[in-house]
């Protein structure tokens, strides 16, 4: 029986098989309209209605076989939207195949639609769209059955004025009426709903592989290309690890800078962060994460957002198996030393005791976006880790991997699944002795205590070990005056990663002193890097030492990009340091006891970060400035609080 807490959909009555769009693309109403035909087979017997999952969808008419049908939307709930509740003309029986065809419009309270004035595009000539259904944004672009548990596949019409692109094979482009183009696809492999997703702007395509074409506007195309231009590596790679590459073409689109994430998995078209683009190909290990999902997640995929890590945890053990053979072990081993540190991160911001932190969560009445963090990506990665050592190392688990995507391809799996086959394959692989390993392993610590994990893996150290040192030294010296022991060389055969490192150890000091933060940049030049994972390291170590000379940067790196992996914790460090600062100094300035007295939660996200950013901007002044300044601060506060903009508007 299948089970997803975020869906309301009657998956156990009745299932999609395929789904057809037919949608118009308004940039002038910021909607789509038109309808979608959901092919479905009854799975039960005597199904008189179908429910499937909506988020501010305007449903205009349900017909089956041309006739129209009963419908009602049940009340909007914030996390999970409204069902859409379809009376069926009559019950039908087990294994009855029907089609649903559902007219409707997208509405402004949209949340996986973006819309971007050509203003907030880089060649500001065209507007934009871009969509993310991941984790249950589908709903509000289309009514589905919006779960990972069952796979579908669509096809689609498009009418847009600017070029489409969607995840899928594109078919055909023709000539409509109203001048706009109508732009066809076709996905044969079946995907879950989270991977449906459109982009519309002005987009040129430039070909850099034999599967591969990068997509993006025509400025930023050419650095594109060259950034990504290995992509067909990684590919070769992770068809050698596991199997034959199922989804035909394998494209790139770099979104605009709004983006939250730094990839996301479509098939046929991954999006990628324009933060990517360092112009040293530094960062392509994000591409190289994208790829493994070809195998992890859209081809095996979680049953619900509870068993996240089966898709992500997974995707990052594939993704380091491939950097180790691209660049070496030893850069396997140090992007896991990053992720633990990312891991400690994440459970010290939630709490080590809160059950978000557990490897399989349990999500009952919890938006899963609220659960996101690199919990299930990195304890996901140590967890198969702590597995591959235990087993024999890569000899004994290369092989199980392989025959685990061969088992469950195009299938949707629960941790139950995978520890079933896992112990199935290693007894007949390799004996009883493997099952005897592996069930001494503390089996409800890993995957549904909090915190983190219960053994720690150890991991080359070669690339960390003279990152580590230099923080040492500084840290060391930090009540000195002068700093002639530290020079420029410090950091010259250091790589990017190793920059980050070497910044991420800095931080687990205590704050260093404004003298030594200010001598620290002059000789590494830190606060004008391009490196974005640099840029945010950086950033976020002068906000733990309050140094104010990095207020304006760090404004202008949260608004000019929207990745929410350094937006979030730049935030939150601002916000820590605004709390402080208040406290200690400023208390006779208009409106800071507005602040301290305010609660966070009565503000939406949006007001919240308007604040932050404001209070960011406002230490940049002089002192009668300021005094100006918060005045109309605290009335912008004022205005906020009567606003009360919906939380989601701005996840």
Known sequence: MLYDPSS???????????????LTVDFTKKILSGSVILDLVTVASDVS???????HVNVRSVHYDNASLKFSLDPDDERFGSALRITLPSSLQAGTEFKLTIGYETTSACTAVQWLEPSQTVGGKLPYLFTQCQAIHARSMVPCQDTPSLKVTYSAAIRSPCRALMSAIGTGESEA?????????????????????????????????????????????ESAAWEFANTEDFIAIGEN???????????????????????????????????????????????????????????VTNANWEHLWLNEGWTVFLERKIIGRAD?????????????????????????????????????GIDPDDAFSHVPYEKGFNFLYYIEQLVGGPKYFEPYMKAHVENFAGKSITTDDWKAFLFSFMEKSYGAEKRAVLEKIDWEAWLHAPGLPPVRN?????????????????DAARNKTTFEEFSPNDIKNFSSPQKVVFLQRLTQYPPLPQNAVRELDRLYQLTNVVNSEIRFRWQELCLLADYEPIFPHVVKFVTEQGRMKFVRPLYRSVATSMQKWIRTSEKDVPGTSFLLSSNRRKYDR????????????????????????????????????????????NK
């Open 8 to 22: 309301y959909a009657n998956i156990n009555d009745v299932q999609t098989t395929h789904l057809h769009l037919d």
């Open 177 to 221: 009426d109203d001048g706009h183009k109508v732009y066809t696809f076709e996905q044969k492999t079946k995907i879950p709903s989270y991977l449906l997703a459109l982009a519309a702007g002005n987009l040129v395509g430039r070909q850099i592989g034999p599967r591969s074409t990068i997509w993006t506007e025509p400025e930023v195309v």
């Open 241 to 299: 690890l596991l199997t034959p590459y199922e989804w035909r073409k394998y494209d790139l689109l770099v979104l605009p800078p709004s983006f939250p994430y730094g990839g996301m998995e479509n098939p046929c078209l991954t999006y990628v962060t324009p933060t990517l683009l360092a112009g040293d190909r530094s960062l392509v290990d994000v591409v190289a994460h994208e790829i493994s999902h070809s195998w992890t997640g859209n081809l």
């Open 458 to 474: 150890e991991f080359d150290q070669t690339l960390a070990k003279a990152c580590y040192e230099l923080a040492m030294r500084w």
């Open 328 to 364: 070496g072990e030893a850069y396997r081993h140090f992007r896991s030393i990053i992720g633990w540190r990312e891991l400690e991160d994440s459970i010290k911001h939630f709490g080590n005791s809160n059950p978000l932190t557990a490897l399989v969560p349990n999500l009952k």
């Open 606 to 649: 949006k007001g919240y970060l308007i604040i932050l950013k404001t209070w960011l901007e406002l230490r940049i002044l002089n002192k009668v400035q300021k005094l100006i300044a918060f005045s109309m601060f605290h009335e912008k506060c004022i205005s906020l609080e009567d606003e009360r903009i919906l939380l989601h508007h």
């Open 49 to 55: 209605n179908v429910i499937l999952d909506t988020r």
